[in-house]
């Protein structure tokens, strides 16, 4: 397929409806040569084309963040031709500063193999069918009973119910089991779970947790609660904290990763449907792993 209609075939795919996006503020404030380096039209959108290195596509990827991780995965299928589909438009230190911008070399890759790069970010967030809260919602052993909206109507975050309480211990557990965690971030306020707040992502927002307490959530569960790896994260995220604390939700954090890889990887089930692509998620090994050993170091 060529590049230019399936990229229109995205861009109604992701785009249903246009939200506000602060994830391109972002990108420009930490990758100072954005302008020079990404398509331009994508700096004025929220989603869409961001390097244009091919013409014929064969072969469509998806990950959750443009990471060096996906050198390895390039190399090992001799990947050309193709089109990489991202969530986010900048890698991410889980154990470090957070956002970083693409590296040289990544891009110095993709131009070699024609691989071009798409982005999408709030609109992947929005998606009835793959949104990364609603596939982390969907690996819980709960019902789903409702959805999470800002004032714009921009999805966020879905509530789940168990039949039964949890106590806890037991919730701390079976999301150890869940996500293969070793360890995890936790507030423990209570010991009574029936109702969750579920939030993929930098969960580290005020506002979302608010809604929670008002939407009658118990528990929040998230990617980020405490992070202070960026100027950013150390300007805001002890407000969070302090709003955390006070008020009487559990709140446990898996990381900013591993909470939202199922909406990539059910992406890549929905795309190789719609494209009649070959389609695969990649995953960013180096990074899961270092999160499966030492996500419990950044209590």
Same mark, same amino acid.
């Given at each position: ?58 072969? /469509? =990827? +998806? @990950?959750?963040?443009?990471? #060096? ?8 299928? %001799?990947?050309?031709? $193709? *089109? ?32 071009? /790069? =798409? +982005? @999408?970010?709030?609109?992947? #967030? ?8 609603? %596939?982390?919602?969907? $690996? *819980? ?32 557990? /079976?999301?150890? @089991? ?78 900013h990763y591993l909470s939202e890889i199922r909406g990539s990887i059910k992406l890549a089930q929905l795309l190789n449907a719609i494209t009649n692509l070959p389609t695969a998620f990649l995953e960013e090994r180096c990074k899961a792993q270092h999160i499966y050993t030492h996500w419990?170091?950044?209590?």
């Amino acid at each position: 397929m060529q590049l230019s209609p399936l990229v229109e075939q995205l861009d109604t795919f992701f785009t249903y409806k246009r939200y506000p996006d602060f994830i391109v503020d972002i990108l420009q404030a930490v990758d100072a040569n954005a302008a020079q380096r990404f398509v331009p039209q994508y700096l004025h959108k929220t989603s869409g084309l961001m390097l244009d290195f091919s013409t014929d596509i064969a072969t /469509l =990827y +998806c @990950a959750a963040f443009p990471s #060096d991780d996906l050198l390895e995965h390039l190399a090992a299928e %001799e990947a050309r031709d $193709a *089109l990489l589909i991202v969530k986010h438009p900048l890698d991410w230190q889980e154990l470090g500063v957070g956002f970083t911008p693409i590296s040289d070399r990544l891009i110095a890759a993709l131009r070699e193999r024609r691989i071009s /790069l =798409y +982005c @999408a970010h709030a609109a992947h #967030d929005n998606h009835p069918a793959c949104a990364p809260s609603l %596939e982390l919602a969907r $690996a *819980l052993p709960f019902s789903i009973s409702a959805s999470m909206a800002d004032a714009h109507g921009r999805a966020f975050g879905y509530v789940v119910e168990s039949d039964q309480p949890l106590c806890f211990a037991e919730f701390r557990t /079976l999301v150890a @089991a869940t996500f293969q965690l070793g360890g995890m971030q936790t507030r423990h306020a209570h010991d009574s779970i029936r109702r969750i707040a579920v939030i993929a992502g930098g969960g580290d927002n005020i506002a979302w947790l608010q809604q929670a307490h008002i939407q009658g959530c118990d528990t929040y569960l998230t990617g980020i609660l405490h992070f202070q790896g960026s100027e950013y994260a150390q300007q805001h995220n002890p407000a969070f904290i302090a709003q955390l604390q006070a008020s009487p939700l559990n709140a446990v954090g898996i990381s900013h990763y591993l909470s939202e890889i199922r909406g990539s990887i059910k992406l890549a089930q929905l795309l190789n449907a719609i494209t009649n692509l070959p389609t695969a998620f990649l995953e960013e090994r180096c990074k899961a792993q270092h999160i499966y050993t030492h996500w419990e170091h950044t209590l």
